[in-house]
């Protein structure tokens, strides 16, 4: 059994990724987390992409004056794409006489190993520096490629041609749905029903493909609300997070775009916000995301316990009723997908046996009698000193 040191465990985690989701959730696990993996999203393979072959073909006929580097893997897929078409010694040349800016460190690697330089690159890795810095000069009359990452860039592109640039867009690789969204829908499912504690995005249209299933669901204002209260949205950076925004979500981002300080960021902030230390009995008990670490064990406690369990919390020492206790039970609510997830709106209120039910099963996963005691006739509490409770709570300040 596992001890509970690892700052993830006893917290469950969603990956939307599609590229890179195995070291993502591989980081995720060694911090203790239970991962769900649903991609939101697929690349469409660039051999068959006729977009950028004549936007390859645009960029060698005739010459540039500068070239936006956004992402390092997609500069790498490119120059492999025109490979496979002939068009890579050319297309070298014609970028090697041009000034190149790269968005960040990952885009001038790409560069460089390419036997390229690059010209400038900002210290925030932002578009909207690259953007800033292009439009300092004079445009008009000029030829720029824009190696997109995955979706338009209308406020960028459209910005240079108002300063009378000609801009050759070059779709490097394109996302589009996955072909079956049965696992994003059970995760949608999951997160409004409050059995995740976190869900990760590493792209700006995994957000989209994300919302846009819970839309297809009518389950889009649900997920949003779950976003803003008790799941954590992690995203790898502004742009990512920017439809979340927009929609008033809180989210986890980490100082730079990287996976691994995107796991660092999260294992962080997400045990703040999911996780409570009690002193019950005389032992510390620490409630995360969906187990409690008891004796120095952590225990993973099934949804309605749970419930149950932090509902207590909420008021340590003091008798909550079986009718208030009925209030929090979750109630099964088939998904999309077929799968079960909990919802207290799918169904009426639970009755007290699904609440003494709820309440011996949570006793069995404590493993340990006495934390949660009866109050006949009243219904049940933590077994807290409400004084020794309510001074920790003024010398803490909470």
């Known amino acids: 059994m596992s001890t509970g040191d690892e700052p993830l465990a006893g917290f469950a985690v969603g990956v939307t990724a599609a590229r890179r989701h195995e070291e993502l959730a591989t980081l995720l696990e060694r911090r203790g987390a239970r991962v769900v993996h649903a991609p939101a999203i697929r690349l469409i393979p660039l051999a068959d992409d006729v977009e950028l072959l004549q936007a390859t073909k645009e960029c060698v006929a005739r010459p540039l004056d500068h070239a936006v580097v956004t992402t390092g893997i997609g500069f790498r897929a490119w120059l492999e ?129 994300t919302l846009a299933v819970a839309a297809e669901d009518g389950l889009e204002e649900l997920l949003l609300e779950a976003l803003r209260t008790h799941v954590v949205a992690a995203c790898v950076g502004p742009v990512t997070a920017q439809a979340l925004t927009e929609r008033s979500v809180p989210t986890v981002q980490p ?20 996780s409570r230390r009690l002193e019950v009995r005389g032992t510390e008990l620490e409630l995360r995301g969906h187990a409690v670490v008891l004796d120095g ?73 006495g934390i949660v005691e009866t109050v006949v006739k009243r219904g049940y509490r933590l077994a807290c000193d409400p004084r020794l409770v309510e001074t920790v709570r003024v010398e803490s300040g909470g």
């Open 255 to 274: 100082e730079r775009a990287r996976i691994g300080a995107l796991v660092r960021a999260l294992a962080e902030n997400l045990p703040r916000r999911r």
């Open 81 to 209: 794409a025109a490979d496979g078409w002939g068009l890579r010694d050319e297309l070298i040349a014609r970028l090697g006489s041009v000034d190149i800016l790269a968005r960040g460190p990952k885009a001038r690697g790409a560069i460089r190993s390419a036997g390229l330089t690059e010209a400038w690159s900002p210290a925030a890795e932002s578009c909207a520096e690259v953007l800033k810095h292009l439009l300092s000069k004079d445009l008009a009359g000029t030829r720029i490629a824009v190696q997109l990452y995955g979706e338009q860039l209308p406020e960028f592109t459209g910005a240079l041609r108002d300063a009378g640039a000609e801009v050759v867009e070059v779709p490097v690789y394109r996302w589009s749905r996955t072909e079956d969204s049965t696992p994003l829908r059970r995760l949608v499912g999951q997160a409004v029903a409050g059995t995740l504690d976190a869900v990760t995005f590493t792209s700006a249209p995994a957000v989209a493909s």
């Open 297 to 369: 064990q952590l225990r993973p406690i099934a949804p309605a316990p749970m419930a149950i369990l932090r509902a207590l919390a909420r008021r340590p020492g003091h008798v909550v009723s079986r009718a208030e206790l009925c209030g929090v039970l979750p109630s099964r609510l088939m998904a999309a997908g077929g799968t079960t997830a909990w919802s207290r709106e799918a169904r009426p209120q639970a009755d007290e046996h699904a609440v003494e039910m709820a309440v011996a099963r949570l006793r069995r996963g404590l493993g340990r009698t």
